[in-house]
């Protein structure tokens, strides 16, 4: 079983930065896949950024270029720095990580820009 924790949401005005964390706890050996999620109110939730064992990432295409995802597989976690944000990234944000080919996800961490 694979514990995720975020860290790092909160109020931040349109143009500023935030940067989010993830921890992955448990009998853990090697995690392929881990990556960040969004859902707005009344939307489905979306991919935000995914980043493969070997570091390659992915991004949607809104926030490519603002955002960066990275990890660290000694520690296990995931972050998330996310630049020159706008309204409309306005969303709570889940942590996602592959493990034994299944999903583990975290709470959420609520991220609110404002305008």
């Known amino acids: 079983q694979v514990h995720l924790v975020e860290s790092g949401g909160g109020l931040v005005q349109a143009g500023g930065s935030l940067r989010l964390s993830c921890a992955a706890s448990?009998?853990?050996?090697?995690?392929?896949?881990m990556g960040w999620y969004r859902q707005a109110p009344g939307k489905q939730r979306e991919l935000v950024a995914d980043i493969g064992s070997g570091g390659e990432a992915k991004y949607e295409d809104s926030v490519r270029g603002r955002f960066t995802i990275s990890r660290d597989n000694a520690e296990k976690t995931v972050s998330l720095q996310m630049n020159s944000l706008e309204p409309e990234d306005t969303a709570v944000y889940y942590c996602?990580?592959?493990?034994?080919?299944?999903?583990?996800w975290g709470r959420g961490t609520q991220v609110t820009v404002s305008s």
């Open positions: 448990g009998t853990i050996f090697w995690i392929q896949a």
């Open positions: 996602r990580v592959i493990y034994t080919n299944r999903e583990f």
